[in-house]
T-cell receptor, first 114, second 115 residues
Framework: GNSVTQMEGPVTLSEEAFLTINCTYT??????LFWYVQYPGEGLQLLLK?????DKGSNKGFEATYRKETTSFHLEKGSVQVSDSAVYFC?????????????FGTGTSLTVIP | NAGVTQTPKFQVLKTGQSMTLQCAQD?????MSWYRQDPGMGLRLIHY???????DQGEVPNGYNVSRSTTEDFPLRLLSAAPSQTSVYFC??????????????FGPGTRLLVL
């Protein structure tokens, strides 16, 4: 089946530390990959996406590269800020007859402390 | 544009009560979906719609009904609430787009507690 597995949280980092949140996927077909971010009390917002192998998505200092050979889409940021504290969801989408079907990971909570 | 709006933000129900969670979008998106978010489970798709008058079941449809009479609105109905339906509910919409380019837009969520 289709699924997304991301690293267990919560993750606590000091400001300016390096961030990696691992994400691997299983999919039948050729998925697009996404990272969504959920700030406290809000809905999910798209952070970045990649639509084919070797593509790199980037936004707000975050990056993730679509690795087909390892079926991974790890999220990285070189220097986190307190404002990056949120829950991060990895997701994939596959094209179906009725449109794209989305599958979400369980989310990883990140807390950045000053 | 207001984007995707949801009401109410928070609701407490007693077991057996019914209610409707409202969702509206002003982006003229054809696709709309309802998800529930539970700890350790991520987001799970309840129902979705690919256009006015067309709905279908997602991964966890039991206990929920939907209808889509207009492009803008996609209400989710709980006919007889159960404690297992305590969750945070998110509505999302997206344009038809071009294949893999579709991006979902989420509402702020409705937090539901069933006693």
């Amino acid at each position: 089946g289709n699924s997304v597995t991301q690293m267990e949280g919560p993750v606590t980092l000091s400001e300016e530390a390096f961030l990696t949140i691992n994400c691997t996927y299983t999919a039948t077909g050729y998925p697009s990959l996404f990272w969504y971010v959920q700030y406290p009390g809000e809905g999910l917002q798209l952070l970045l996406k990649a639509t084919k192998a070797d593509d790199k998505g980037s936004n707000k200092g975050f990056e993730a590269t679509y690795r087909k050979e390892t079926t991974s889409f790890h999220l990285e940021k070189g220097s986190v800020q307190v404002s990056d504290s949120a829950v991060y969801f990895c997701a994939l989408s596959l094209l179906r007859n009725t449109g794209n079907q989305f599958y979400f990971g369980t989310g990883t909570s990140l807390t950045v402390i000053p | 544009n207001a984007g995707v709006t949801q009401t109410p933000k928070f609701q407490v129900l007693k077991t057996g009560q019914s209610m409707t969670l409202q969702c509206a979008q002003d982006m003229n998106h054809e696709y709309m979906s309802w998800y529930r978010q539970d700890p350790g489970m991520g987001l799970r798709l309840i129902h979705y719609s690919v256009g006015a008058g067309i709905t279908d079941q997602g991964e966890v449809p039991n206990g929920y009904n939907v209808s889509r009479s207009t492009t803008e609105d996609f209400p989710l109905r709980l006919l007889s609430a159960a404690p297992s339906q305590t969750s945070v509910y998110f509505c999302a919409s997206r344009d038809r787009g071009q294949g893999y380019q579709e991006t979902q837009y989420f509402g702020p969520g409705t937090r539901l507690l069933v006693l």
